[in-house]
């Protein structure tokens, strides 16, 4: 145990040696960056990211939610903005009705065949 005498950083009112301060999953250091926690355990964003965000069903990637990013949710799915798209023409259907088949979700003009 070696005393902190400059640069430490102080989380959850505990003093922490800068090298200590690590991310709990892949050990980079987190002071002067970005970063968030959970049940005591602080985490980079994007290993948070990777381990507790949901997944866009549209493009797989997570939804951090951070920084206000928007996103569509339905039943057990949800959508980053920029991917809440018919699977068929591609056109944007955030604000719009849409249909759903099984996984695809499709504009009124594209679903009225199913």
Known sequence: ??????????????PW????????????????QRFTSRDEFAYCLSCFCNLYAKKCAGCTNPI???GGT?????EERQWHNDCFNCKK??????????????DDILC???????
């Open 17 to 32: 040696h800068k090298e200590c301060f690590v991310c709990t999953a892949c050990k980079k250091q987190l002071s002067g």
């Open 89 to 102: 023409c591609s056109l944007s259907l955030v604000g719009r009705g849409f249909l759903t088949e099984r």
């Open 70 to 74: 928007k996103y569509i949710s339905f």
């Open 1 to 14: 145990e070696q005393a902190i005498t400059t640069g430490g950083v102080t989380y959850r009112e505990q």
């Open 64 to 66: 951090s939610g951070l």
């Open 108 to 114: 009124p003009e594209c679903g009225k065949d199913i």
